[in-house]
């Protein structure tokens, strides 16, 4: 079940409206509110996609915080949209990073500087991140609630029973969903992958 350990729904519910309306300093309070849960969300998703070792837990957070500073407003008080806008910040710095990988094994400049010394992702796995967020990008013309699953599942870490809560919907229909997302991610990866062969 998605958590506030820092607040009640209402308190997140209310300081969310006041963010949505312009006032920043609700926006830091939301993030101290959840910031515990927004950890969370980030070590699931850096265990899970094994995809970005550079980068921390508490680093991903603080990205996520750095990037919304100033530039991002929820577009409303739901929760659902929040942690959503928060799955897609979170696609958008692992996609970002995984690209500087690439570049930087390729020679295209100075090397990254990693948050975390000593680790190394593999070029594999970032190049599997960027197939995904290629496959994601084409699948959102056709189905953007299936890309909305994806984010939360693949690149924030979301139970099935999380994701659930947070689209509405029964853990059946999450089910059934990602393995049509799955599908279809899978297909187009293929036909990519082919079309890079040719």
Same mark, same amino acid.
Request: proline share 0%; net charge positive.
């Given at each position: 079940m998605v958590e506030d350990r820092g607040g009640s729904e209402q308190d997140?519910?209310?300081?969310? /409206? *006041?963010w949505s309306a312009g006032d920043r300093q609700a926006g830091d309070r939301v993030f101290?509110?959840?910031y515990d849960e927004?950890?969370?969300?980030?070590?699931r998703a850096l265990a899970d996609q094994r995809q970005e070792a550079t980068l921390q837990t508490t680093a991903l957070v603080h990205e996520l915080y750095a990037r919304w500073v100033g530039g991002f407003s929820p577009s409303s008080?739901?929760?659902?949209?929040?942690?959503?806008? /928060? *799955?897609?910040?979170m696609r958008r710095i692992l996609i970002d990073r995984a690209r500087e990988r690439l570049a930087a094994k390729r020679g295209a400049g100075e090397r990254a500087v990693e948050l975390v010394e000593g680790m190394a992702a593999t070029e594999d796995r970032a190049l599997e991140a960027l197939a995904v967020n290629e496959a994601l990008s084409v699948l959102e013309g056709h189905d953007p609630r299936l890309v909305e699953l994806v984010e939360l599942r693949f690149f924030a870490g979301f139970s099935v029973e999380e994701t659930a809560e947070l689209l509405s919907v029964s853990a059946r229909t999450v089910k059934r969903d990602w393995r049509k997302a799955?599908?279809?991610?899978?297909d187009r990866i293929a036909v990519a992958g082919q079309g890079a062969e040719g």
């Open positions: 997140v519910t209310r300081l969310l /409206a *006041a101290a509110l959840l927004l950890r969370r969300v980030a070590r008080d739901d929760r659902r949209r929040f942690f959503g806008a /928060a *799955a897609k910040t799955r599908a279809l991610l899978a």
